[in-house]
């Protein structure tokens, strides 16, 4: 941990704080040291993070050194300033999470202004902070009813791409389970000459990135691409990163390529509260990295190991093991329930591993161990998809952008040792059709 190297182990927290070097970088998102931090608390009465945040932006991006913002302030503050003061989603309001889940299920606002409005919002207009969270809530709990707010999404969300430093785009268009063809690939790389794409890049998640493209060309790129969005913009299901598996490796022993895809089309519309990427190994080797995913499958023989909670972000966490099942069906059931529950649950723009960590493992297996309840988790999940789905083309279409939306699949029916039609064929036979 920043600052902490200098002192031994052994050293009470406060003291390895009081140790830190004034210029040592608490916030490496935005270079906020130390000493700003400290002279923010002592001279601007800043008593709380979100004081602190505002003042110094440390812990403003990616909220990793939140912990040290904290450690600081409570070291630093005078007597009774760093008591703990509770703090709302936002300055717009004093309520956390829970209290406004609750209170829109027992009043059942449908509008993000109606919830500003019925639970008195300091900022009749809200922030960029909470606008984005309550249109995720609102259609977390009402789906098929709420209406997507597109204003209320983020500019990446808005635009379908990545915003750069540089002001320009990047483009991902979504390749499921990280398996392509050489036509799909000449059509990318005639896109990438025709808008005079400066850089084409591989990214982490088996995809590629098309990088430097300018905003006006969006919609016209994306038409040509004709291809689904990877949503590498997204709070929702990134990527299904996948190894070979048992179609070409010696050390297969399931097919990771065909659940990885399986898993990516099932679930690639679905709104979640953060990013959310999942990874598929054939074997426990492991070569797809599936125990630092939110969702990660690792292949054994005769059977899948389910793993939650990982992240190889900024504070790398590996996986806890959920479970161990038999199916390829209950693997898809069990990834639907996770997710669902994890949706209905977690804290807007908290990962995976930070929820793990807060709630801890327990009662996510106690919520999907009873397989009615497993099965109405998924179900939502499945509700919820669906009408990203049409969403997703309305904001398209409102943005003018001509990208394709994915087609539609049927709705896997589980049913204990029975697989859907779909994929009782192998998949060497669906590899050599695609190839042929």
Same mark, same amino acid.
């Given at each position: 941990m920043l600052g902490f190297g200098a002192v031994g182990t052994a050293a009470s927290p406060e003291t390895r704080f009081e140790a830190m070097a004034e210029d040592e970088i608490v916030c490496g998102c935005n270079g906020v040291p130390k000493g700003a931090i400290v002279d923010a608390i002592r001279t601007k009465g800043c008593a709380t993070v979100n004081a602190i945040k505002g003042c110094t932006k440390a812990s403003a991006s990616c909220g990793g050194c939140k912990p040290l913002v904290e450690g600081?302030?409570?070291?630093?503050?005078?007597?009774?300033?760093?008591?703990a003061v509770k703090e709302g989603i936002c300055g717009c309001t004093p309520l956390g999470r829970d209290e406004i889940v609750a209170e829109i299920k027992r009043m059942r606002p449908k509008t993000i202004k109606e919830v500003m409005s019925v @639970? !008195?919002?300091?900022? +009749?207009?809200?922030?960029?902070?909470?606008?984005?969270? /309550?249109?995720?809530y609102l259609g977390m709990l009402w789906p098929g009813e709420y209406e997507d707010v597109k204003e209320s999404r983020f500019t990446n969300e808005r635009d379908h791409a990545n915003i750069q430093k540089d002001g320009t785009y990047s483009v991902v268009p979504r390749i499921y389970g990280g398996v392509t063809s050489p036509a799909e690939l000449k059509k990318i790389a005639e896109v990438a000459?025709?808008?005079?794409?400066?850089?084409?890049?591989?990214?982490?998640?088996?995809?590629?990135d098309l990088l430097g493209v300018k905003k006006e060309d969006l919609p016209l790129m994306w038409e040509a691409l004709d291809m689904p969005s990877g949503h590498a913009y997204g709070k929702m299901l990134r990527t299904v990163k996948t190894c070979v598996g048992s179609t070409f490796c010696r050390f297969g022993t399931q097919d990771s390529i065909g659940m990885g895809i399986r @898993? !990516?089309?099932?679930? +690639?519309?679905?709104?979640?509260?953060?990013?959310?990427? /999942?990874?598929?190994?054939?074997?426990?080797?492991?070569?797809?990295e599936a125990t630092i995913k939110d969702f990660g499958v690792v292949a054994i023989d005769g059977g899948w190991e389910l793993h939650v909670g990982g992240n190889g972000g900024v504070h790398v966490r590996a996986t806890d093991?959920?479970?161990?099942?038999?199916?390829?069906?209950?693997?898809?059931?069990?990834?639907?329930?996770?997710l669902q529950y994890y949706r209905e649950n977690a804290n807007w723009n908290e990962r995976t591993s930070n929820w793990i960590e807060r709630v801890g493992l327990e009662p996510v297996k106690r919520a999907l161990e009873i397989a009615e309840e497993r099965a109405t988790l998924f179900a939502g999940a499945a509700r919820d998809d669906a009408g990203a789905d049409q969403r997703d083309v309305g904001r398209l279409c409102a943005g003018g952008q001509g990208c394709r939306p994915a087609e539609r699949r049927r709705s896997v029916r589980l049913r204990p040792g029975r697989r859907s039609r779909s994929w009782n064929v192998g998949w060497r036979a669906r590899w050599r059709a695609r190839w042929a």
């Open positions: 600081l302030l409570k070291v630093y503050a005078d007597g009774d300033a760093a008591e @639970l !008195e919002w300091r900022n +009749e207009e809200g922030c960029s902070k909470c606008r984005p969270s /309550l249109n995720y000459e025709r808008f005079d794409v400066p850089m084409v890049k591989f990214t982490g998640g088996q995809r590629l @898993l !990516e089309k099932e679930f +690639e519309r679905l709104n979640t509260p953060a990013k959310v990427k /999942l990874a598929v190994s054939g074997c426990p080797r492991n070569s797809a093991l959920l479970c161990v099942v038999k199916t390829e069906d209950e693997v898809v059931e069990y990834a639907g329930a996770f």
